[in-house]
């Protein structure tokens, strides 16, 4: 059972907006930001959103996120095939005098 | 470019110790404001955190797993290690080595890049 709460799977067609929610408490997203990760099927995660909203150098403007108390989102616009993968959020946890937690992942197809 | 990648035995026996290495590449273990951590994913599954280390050594890890876990760093071959002791076949899951950023703007902001490629660590006799 991960401490972040993802769906376990999201679906769409090319060129849809999907969005895929990752929920928090106030110990983790509530007071820390949140990071969104991208593993495409056989490989090591990708870093794709960081601070909440930030994107890496490289990473397609198709890809937002967004944070509100102890939720977050990851939007893609545009969908692509390529975008077929898992996608997970992650967040320091103040708890426990800290560690990272992640969501559970959630299962991307393009149909 | 900074580049990470995993090295170390792919199986290991019960009651064992799991160890492993990273090796940085591209960029220097020693620069500051990074930890070099450990994070694994057993099969199917979701991500877990198992621990960081500093360049100067200081450590710090997961409160689960932290009675068996140990992780150093060697700054001359610009490698970081974990052992794992008393594996069972519950440890069995892909390790990865990341770099975890750290920088202060508006409160602490911290995210993993880059990621090695992971190596699988199966537990049987």
């Known amino acids: 059972q991960s401490v972040l709460t993802q769906p376990p799977s999201a679906s769409g067609t090319p060129g849809q907006r999907v969005t895929i929610s990752c929920s928090g408490s106030s110990s983790n997203i509530g007071s820390n930001t949140v990071n969104w990760y991208q593993q495409l099927p056989g490989t090591a995660p990708k870093l794709l959103i960081y601070s909440n909203n930030q994107r890496p150098s490289g990473v397609p403007d198709r890809f937002s996120g967004s944070k509100s108390g102890t939720s977050a989102s990851l939007a893609i616009s545009g969908l692509q095939s390529e975008d077929e993968a898992d996608y997970y959020c992650a967040a320091w946890d103040d708890s426990l005098n800290g560690h990272w937690v992640f969501g559970g992942g959630t299962k991307l197809t393009v149909l | 470019q900074v580049q990470l990648q995993e090295s170390g035995p792919g199986l290991v026996k019960p009651s064992q110790t799991l160890s492993l290495t990273c090796t940085v590449s591209?960029?220097?273990?020693?620069?500051?404001?990074?930890?070099w951590s450990w994070i694994r994913q057993h099969p199917g599954k979701g991500l877990e955190w198992i621990g960081y280390i500093y360049y100067s050594g200081s450590t710090y890890y997961n409160p689960s797993l932290k009675s068996r876990v140990t992780i150093s760093v060697d700054t001359s071959k610009n490698q970081f290690s974990l052992k794992l002791s008393s594996v069972t076949a519950a440890d069995t899951a892909v390790y990865y080595c990341?770099?975890?950023?750290?920088?202060?703007?508006?409160?602490?902001?911290?995210?993993?890049?880059?990621w090695g490629q992971g190596t699988l660590v199966t537990v049987s006799s």
């Open positions: 591209g960029g220097s273990i020693s620069s500051g404001g990074y930890y």
């Open positions: 990341a770099r975890e950023r750290i920088t202060m703007v508006r409160g602490v902001i911290r995210w993993f890049d880059p």
